[in-house]
């Protein structure tokens, strides 16, 4: 049953269960998916928990019920994806009531081993300690620790991007004939060695924005490089779509989107201009609202009433933030 919905020509989102949304999709019409799953805990651990819904997956009861449950949606995204194209889950480890660790991406694996992808690559998310401290209250994070029993202490838990290919060959290659034309994260596009060789990071994209040589053009060798690096430890934590409003009482305690940096690198490496990227787990929006900044179609679903809502303010406001990217790009095409 579909709560509720907004559609216009370049996304449409669902305020539902996607186990009632997904099956209803055209198969083969996702160019890319990337979203994060909720995340399966145990009974009683109360972390994770984003409704009081019964169709929410982060109310079952054991990591093995969730993962049963879990199994339907990605049967769907195979059934959806394009072959040889790419989806992208965002996940990283679960603790457990004892304090050891569950594998959770272990079991994502195995379960898009299952049907139809391959698994082609694991980015490692660098997570800053102390916010990770001050966002979760996690207990092995305590500073005390270390002079009371340093056995209890351990290292902030890193997330990570799970990335699987559909099996099958793709009849639409994904290029970039005009090479990456900007860094998409954090405030520092060059390292200091990069400073210490090209100078001012401004100056040095000027001249090779409209390099006409795509294979010299050093903006794109450099980009390329930060983005192929498998630890990305320049993800910006704070940018993020607006979510406070969205809380309610029977929220996840440390309900966070995830960063808008990962979607922008994902959707620029693995998408053409004018496709198609789905989102299954929506929240607020973030996923959808990449695809359409990047010039591609959106498709997601979103389970809770609150975080609906707030992702359509969130699509709504994109119009205008868009609009001052695109001026100011035009201000520095002139300039050139």
Known sequence: MVINQKVTEDYAIYNSD???????????????????????T????????????????????????????????VNEISRLTKPGRITAVHCSDIIKKDGSQWDF????????????????????????????????MVKSLMHCLVIDDSTEVFPAMPDYVLIFQREGVNEIPVTHPYCFKGFYAGAT??????????????????????????????????????????????????????????????????????????????????SNPGEVVGEPFLGVGSGVYAAVAMGRKGVGIELKESYFKQAVLNLKNIQLIEKKARELFDEVNEEL
């Not at 009632?20 to 083969?28: G, S």
């Not at 929410?56 to 993962?67: A, G, K, R, V």
């Not at 910006?236 to 808008?260: A, C, W, Y």
């Open 42 to 73: 145990e009974e009683g651990t109360g972390l994770y928990k984003y409704s009081s819904s019964e169709n929410d997956l982060s109310n079952c009861d054991t990591p093995e019920q969730f993962m049963k449950q879990y199994e339907f949606v």
């Open 189 to 270: 596009p060059f390292l200091d060695p990069h400073k210490k060789t090209y100078g001012d990071y401004e100056l040095f994209k000027k001249k090779y924005l409209n390099w006409p040589d795509p294979y010299t053009n050093k903006l794109s060798h450099l980009t390329w490089q930060r983005y192929a690096s498998g630890v990305w430890d320049d993800i910006r934590g704070n940018n993020i779509l607006e979510f406070k409003d969205s809380r309610e009482t029977d929220d996840e305690k440390h309900v966070h989107p995830m960063q808008l940096d990962i979607y922008y690198r994902l959707i620029e490496l693995y």
């Open 105 to 136: 991406p272990h079991e994502i694996e195995m379960l898009h081993l299952k049907h139809g992808f391959k698994r082609r690559n694991k980015i490692t998310i660098w997570k800053e300690p102390l916010e990770v401290r001050r966002r979760t």
């Open 18 to 40: 996607n186990m009632y949304v997904l099956p209803e999709l055209p198969t083969k019409s996702w160019d890319l998916s990337i979203y994060s799953p909720p995340f399966a």
